[in-house]
């Protein structure tokens, strides 16, 4: 019997979950600037998430997905995608979106249900976010068709979680990009939760970047808590792609240090012990150890982007605040090109409802 084919998944890490570096690090580590940033990025990407949680458990938000633990993956992807490239984005990528020009006060409006912050002139071609699991995907490659079909040198960019890839819209779109060979990144954060399903049990196979392999498309894991490994992939991924050569699948070792969502209670589903395994690896602490090792960055450095990055916050926050909210219609103002009657009576009733002393049980 002869093997007819074989294949391996490489996997990289740069630095130790103590900051330490495990290989001869990449040219570009040897200044300050991308690292820095990338820091800085992350610890405002966390502040933030802190924040609307904290509002959410005040009422004055939304159900909000937090992004706790994939800083590393957002603030890269943030800072190696080019403007004129497409970001096809899932429901934990708010601090990319931000880093790809959206306010933070929109960012905070779509949260807080105000869909005027889904529509922003500022996120270009973007696209806004998806909440159904996967689909995102296949608009990736859809996306990714126009671009070669054009001709262009962009790339497109999607995200998705573990449990994204046991989705067929997912196998679909890697195999569609396989064929045509499409410029379009496929990054999953592998978080190791899809709600309260663990990864043990989303799929079989080792890995998931090896589901590439089924598409004939590049595919490799990378440590996700780790800027520099996540660095050095994406930027490959996204050369590869704007020069023609077709898909990467990323696979980003994460973990979902919050709860699925603040309408989860993570408690319920899994281990104390696991969690706080997870704090160990995460990506802020190891890069700022890093950085303290090669005196990039101290404690004045930390306390003044701390209270700066506040600042930031407050700001937008305000201004989130003190916007009126949408007009009731709007509900329905966007869904069909000419109203149904059905529609349209509710659409008046909403409208007299919402007036002061309408009847809101009508
Ligand atoms: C098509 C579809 N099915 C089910 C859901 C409900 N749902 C919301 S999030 C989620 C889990 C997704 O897990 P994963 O892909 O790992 O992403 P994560 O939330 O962990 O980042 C599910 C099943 C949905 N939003 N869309
Ligand atoms: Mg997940």
Not at 79 to 106: F, I, K
Not at 222 to 239: C, F, P, Q, R, T
Request: proline content about 5%.
């Amino acid at each position: 019997m002869d093997t007819i084919y074989q294949a391996q998944i490489s996997y990289s890490q740069f630095l130790s979950e103590t900051g330490k570096p495990l290989q001869p690090l990449p040219d570009w580590t040897g200044q300050p600037d991308t690292l820095v940033r990338y820091y800085r990025n992350m610890v405002l990407a966390r502040q933030l998430d802190n924040k609307i949680i904290a509002l959410q458990r005040t009422g004055q938000m939304g159900t909000y997905a937090s992004l706790l633990g994939a800083e590393a993956i957002e603030v890269v992807l943030g800072d190696l995608m080019q403007r004129d490239d497409v970001l096809v984005p899932y429901y934990r990528n708010h601090a990319l979106q931000m880093l790809r020009g959206l306010s933070l006060a929109d960012m905070l409006r779509y949260w807080g249900g105000d869909e005027r912050g889904n529509a922003s002139p500022a996120m270009g071609e973007d696209f806004p976010n998806s909440v159904p699991i996967a689909t995102q995907a296949l608009h990736a490659a859809g996306v990714a068709t126009a671009i070669k079909i054009r001709g262009e040198k962009r790339a497109v960019v999607t995200v998705c979680g573990d449990g994204a890839t046991s989705k067929g819209d997912f196998l679909e779109a890697l195999n569609v990009a396989g064929v045509w060979q499409l410029p379009v990144v496929f990054m999953v954060n592998n978080n190791q939760w899809a709600i309260s399903v663990p990864r043990s049990i989303q799929c079989c196979a080792p890995t998931l970047a090896q589901k590439a392999i089924g598409a004939g498309i590049r595919g490799e894991q990378v440590d996700g808590n780790d800027v520099i490994a996540l660095h050095e992939s994406i930027a490959a991924a996204l050369k590869h792609a704007r020069e023609g050569k077709g898909p990467t699948l990323i696979e980003a070792i994460s973990y979902r240090l919050s709860d699925h969502t603040t309408a989860d209670d993570a408690t319920r589903y899994r281990s104390n012990d696991e969690l706080k395994a997870a704090w160990e690896r995460e990506p802020i602490k190891r890069l700022q150890t890093f950085l303290h090792e090669q005196q990039w960055w101290d404690e004045l450095q930390e306390t003044a982007w701390q209270k700066e990055v506040s600042q930031i916050i407050q700001q937008g926050l305000d201004d989130f605040l003190q916007q009126p909210a949408p007009p009731v219609e709007d509900l329905i103002d966007y869904l069909y090109a000419e109203l149904p009657e059905a529609l349209q009576e509710q659409r008046q009733r909403l409208i007299r409802n919402a007036q002061p002393g309408g009847n809101h049980h009508e």
